[in-house]
């Protein structure tokens, strides 16, 4: 596959932080964007044993280089203690600019060190987009293999995907130590695939794991700062009808998702299949929603009753509902739930996206092909055009 054109888009003339889960194309985007840089990979062992003994050694590398240089980081949370380094480069104001990027900043966090005092922003890079990889696209292959760079790119995706958790398990999570028992959190990594695109019950994933609820807790929480998976919160602003409590858990590429999952004859091919659809489509509202920097919160909408929406898209210039089925076919029962929101937020603008091929209006509400939906996603562009 040719080099795809990411729709990132980097501050102008700042320094930043740019986070995202290993294999989204963090490094790659930086070599195609600042192919002039200067560049400390701290995933390669005699850089980062250097820089681990000796962080201020960066203070006489940066000074090594002409002024208005940018320097890349990668992998910065290997080393923490060089971002009070990057802050004191930075207060030489010889126009220096720093791009650190990082899978995580769970390290950066737990050892307090200076986050640079908004002196850099955050961006975040996802898992490919529709629109990025254009003619390329197919949603049969991402809904098998998901979006990710490192997996798309390969011969042998479902080998790439198959050692992805593993990569995570061994280089982030047991090398620095973010758990205690590396077995349990292997069967909480399973046993919460479960939830994906489903109403997350702690309680129940720790049972069935046979782990206590605040280990899980603070597992999801590992997740979460690996860039791995999100919760969605419900949406209650001027909520009519009793609502549930629980947010909807989702891992963040859908191929990863099938890589985890447990399968056997027990398992419904479709259960899975509309599982990692409605993910597919979470993963590219998300990704939108942070490259566009826009202030609309992405949101789930379920009544004690059982009415639910998959994705509430809500901000000062957007509310939008959201209903994804896993379907060739649209009938007026399938609408239910949209219609039954939108009587009581008639400010929405509904959608259901489905598996068909033509964009129909049923009873009021947009029906749209899924696969047009997700190509024609771009971050320059509102929701629906």
């Known amino acids: ?108 966090k737990q050892t307090g060190v200076d986050m640079l005092a908004g002196r850099a922003v955050l961006r975040t ?20 293999q998901g979006m990710l760079p490192v997996v798309c790119d390969s011969s042998s995706p479902s080998d790439v995907l198959k050692s992805y958790v593993g990569v995570y398990l061994r280089e982030e999570v047991m090398m620095e130590s973010l758990v205690r028992n590396l077995g349990n959190f292997s069967r909480f990594l399973e046993a919460v695939s479960f939830s994906h695109g489903q109403v997350l019950n702690i309680s129940n994933v720790a049972r069935e794991c046979g782990v206590q609820r605040k280990s899980v ?23 009519k009808r ?36 409605e993910g597919l489509v979470f993963q590219h509202i998300r990704a939108w929603s942070e490259y566009q920097k826009s202030d609309v919160k992405l949101y789930y909408w379920r009544t004690r009753s059982g009415y639910e929406v998959d994705f509430i898209l809500y901000g000062e210039h957007c509310f939008q509902a959201i209903e994804v089925k896993n379907a060739r076919e649209i009938r007026s029962k399938d609408l239910k739930p949209l219609k039954s929101f939108i009587d009581d937020y008639p400010e929405c603008v509904p959608l259901m996206l489905y598996r068909g091929t033509s964009s129909l209006v049923i009873d009021g509400v947009l029906c749209m092909p899924v696969s047009r939906f997700l190509k024609e996603l771009h971050p320059d562009k509102a929701l629906l055009q």
Not at 125 to 144: D, I, K, Q, R, W
Not at 217 to 238: C, T
């Open 1 to 108: 596959m040719e080099l795809a054109s990411r729709f990132l888009r980097h501050p102008c003339g700042e320094s930043f932080f740019l986070f995202g889960a290993r294999g989204t194309g963090k490094s790659t985007w930086c070599l195609q964007e600042y192919r002039d840089a200067a560049r400390l990979d701290l995933l390669a062992p005699d850089i980062l044993r250097a820089y681990t003994a000796k962080p201020e050694r960066l203070m006489e590398y940066s000074l090594g280089q002409p002024d208005e240089t940018t320097i890349v980081i990668d992998e910065v949370q290997k080393v923490p203690e060089l971002l009070s380094v990057v802050h004191s480069i930075l207060e030489l104001k010889r126009g220096y600019r720093f791009i650190l990027t990082g899978s995580s900043s769970r390290k950066l």
């Open 125 to 144: 890079m996802h898992p490919f987009m529709a629109g990025e990889l254009g003619s390329y696209f197919s949603l049969e292959t991402a809904l098998e």
């Open 217 to 239: 807790e603070g597992y999801i929480s590992i997740l979460e700062d690996l860039l791995l998976a999100s919760r969605v919160p419900v949406f209650q602003r001027r909520a």
């Open 242 to 277: 009793a609502v549930t409590g629980h947010p909807k858990f989702y891992y963040f590429d859908t191929g990863v998702f099938r890589s985890i999952r447990p399968k056997g004859p027990l398992d419904s091919p479709s259960e899975i299949n509309g599982a990692a659809l």
